[in-house]
């Protein structure tokens, strides 16, 4: 390719509308055009890129007994209804009606279609495992579209899914897909980290992510440096320390005039947050349900949405807390009657600790668990922090913020019990399917890629996934023997398929190296008057400061062994 009949011109600023530094480069590069919020075209060199990537997914999943298809963009509503994941999912999901008044959704997902056409394909036991996948654009009404390409409201995704006959085929299945998740990172040259995480509205037992640890991320992964325990912040756990404040000790009523929050409380008593119990007000899908914890410890929403079971929650109005006779800033759960109440397991290793008195301007001391009152539900609701215990092997937890390149669902039996995807066992019994999901946003892990691998200057591409392989750069090319020489290379290197990208403008050298690094093709050859007098020309690695003579003969030869030792770098299979 000539950069001067390139489609896409790079450009010297930054734009104003860049947040991350990856979103800045691919428009600087020229390598996407964004359409409107969310929504980018990709412009031929990221199209290359994308396509690479897509090879290398395509390639991993096939040898993991994978079989490509096509799912159309297109689904029928009430799919999504028959599920329930239309609630879940919510405003996330585009969704219109027809000229005969069908709804459709534009998906955002394909588990409800897959399993659809697995009801009707697989019919018994000898049909299984079986796994599918598409790479398939995929669309989320984001309410805020953020960061580029991390998070759109149209993208392409690859999603695979397992089909088993039990729970043990699932596992195989999942592990089978684990290791191939990990072969396509490695193959990208991207540093990815397994981590627990939260099934959200995908649903199902268990899951994990797969996370590039980033500055530029707007997920937290609490990991243990010691054990390599690792979760998203909606998933981890941590041990909470014990706060024993002796034994426990008749309760006190006490005054707090204007005291209604756990700083106030606590200044005002001369405790720590630890020694104060906090209530906290929710609507789980209508229902008023009142959460109590630890004063220093805060609420994981997600945790407690997942205990409650419900749909939707949200905080509580002030209009819904007066009607349940909650009296704000002062409320505990003793003598709490008619009203479901969830605590955190931390007030089982607490002691004597200040509650509400549930009348203004009046707080309890010495209140204990379980003497002085009970809860529907105990267990863990905490957001973990860094800083804690970790759960496996008691180190000390860090904080990082990553950006999520894969996650992978064991769907378990709940999507083919409730859309009739069954089979038929080996005593003639009809039985649920278990399914597993696994997705990789492609254009995400395009973005980490450039977030993972840039200097200053520009984009540094690792050689599986780049546009081109080779970025000739002459210089003066008004000289003729230069010019000639060019040309000639030119034509030996894509000869023998080489990808290379030929800047033939008549620019400055200063032009095209900087253009030469914010592209960040991984070998750069450049000529000149000076590498000519010694029949040679220079090649330099992106990742480099200093370039290296090469001689004219045999120089395609030696490209290709330089391209392929690279290449064979980055194929290192699980």
Known sequence: MRISKLFGKTRREIPAE???????????????????????????????????????????????GGQEMMMP??????????????QAFGKNLFTFSDRRDRQLTLGPTHEEVATKIASSTIQSYRDLPMMIYHIQTKFRDELRPRAGLVRVR????????????????????YNKMLRAYQNIYNRCGLPALLIEADSGAIGGKDSNEFMVIHESGEDEVIYCPHCKYAANAEKAQSIKDKIENGKPLPIEEIATPGMSSIEQVASFLKVPHSQTL??????????????????????????????????ELRLATETETAAAGITTGFASPIGLNGIKTIADDSITT????????????????????????????????????????CPKCQGKLLSETGIEVGHIFKLG??????????????????????????????????????????????IIWPMSVTPYQVHLCPLYRDNSN?????????NDLKSQEIEVIFDDRNESPGVKFNDADLLGIPLRITISPRTLEKNSVEVKWRTEKKAHLIPLEGLTVKVKELISRSLSELSNPV
């Not at 963009?73 to 239309?86: I, K, V, Y």
């Not at 929710?282 to 220093?296: L, Q």
């Not at 105990?378 to 804690?388: N, P, Q, Y």
């Not at 230069?482 to 030119?490: H, L, Q, T």
Request: proline share 2%.
């Open 18 to 64: 860049a947040d991350t530094t990856s979103h800045q480069l691919l428009l600087k590069a020229g390598m996407i055009h964004q359409i409107a919020a969310g929504v980018y075209a990709y412009l031929p060199l990221a199209w290359r890129s994308l396509r690479k990537i897509e090879n290398i997914i395509r390639e991993e999943m096939n040898e993991a």
């Open 73 to 86: 963009a297109l689904q029928p509503l009430e799919l999504w209804q028959e599920t329930g994941r239309d």
């Open 154 to 173: 149209e993208f392409t995704m690859k999603d695979l899914y397992s089909f088993d006959i039990d729970e043990e085929g699932l596992d195989i299945s």
């Open 278 to 311: 906090k209530a906290v007000f929710y609507s789980a899908d209508g229902e008023f349900t009142f959460v109590v914890i630890r004063g220093d410890i805060e609420v994981n929403e997600t945790k407690l949405k997942n205990v409650i079971g419900c749909t």
């Open 350 to 389: 607490s002691t004597n600790l200040i509650a509400g008195g549930n009348k203004a301007d009046t707080h309890l001391k010495n209140v204990n668990y379980p003497r002085d009152f009970q809860a529907d539900i105990i267990t863990d609701i905490a957001l973990a922090r860094a800083g804690e215990s």
């Open 413 to 458: 039996t709940f999507l083919s019990q409730k859309l009739g995807a069954m089979f038929i066992d080996p005593e003639g019994n009809s039985q649920p399917i278990f399914m597993g999901s696994y997705g990789i946003g492609i254009g995400r892990l395009l973005a980490a890629l450039i977030e993972n691998s840039h200097d200053d200057k520009g």
């Open 482 to 490: 230069i010019e000639e020489m060019a040309e000639n290379i030119y």
